[in-house]
């Protein structure tokens, strides 16, 4: 069993864990990482391999849901590279970098979000992009 409050706390944990993941993997990444860390997910759409940034995300995402069932599967199994965790908070990531290109898309726009619009529940692209709640 476990309380909210435990939770919330293991969750922030877990957060803020894959949060300080984003900087390092960028640069590892993205040989460009200072002016768009996320240029290398780019790369299957500029050449046809995905439909759009949004598609090759889902499909990272299906191959780490796979690593997840593999990892899950059989808890007694030795774990070679990645562990449980590692992988959750890759995936954690993933889905912000989803979330991300999906208001780009939906937007046109390749600003970054209004950090005082996201503090209040609403996100923001651009001065005088489209808001949407959340």
Request: charged share 25%; aromatic share 8%.
């Amino acid at each position: 069993m476990v309380t909210a409050e435990e939770l919330v706390r293991f969750h922030e944990q877990v957060c803020n864990k894959a949060r300080s993941l984003v900087t390092p993997k960028g640069k590892d990444y993205s040989a460009n990482a200072e002016q768009d860390t996320l240029a290398n997910l780019r790369i299957p759409a500029k050449l046809g391999h995905a439909k759009n940034d949004i598609n090759t995300m889902k499909i990272i995402l299906d191959l780490k849901w796979g690593r997840l069932d593999s990892l899950t599967n059989d808890l007694n199994k030795p774990v070679n590279y990645e562990t449980v965790d590692e992988t959750v908070h890759d995936f954690i990531n993933y889905l912000i970098y989803l979330l991300w290109f999906y208001h780009e898309l939906k937007t046109k726009r390749n600003s970054a979000p209004n950090i005082q619009a996201i503090e209040a529940g609403r996100i923001q692209f651009g001065e005088s992009g489209i808001e949407q709640d959340f």
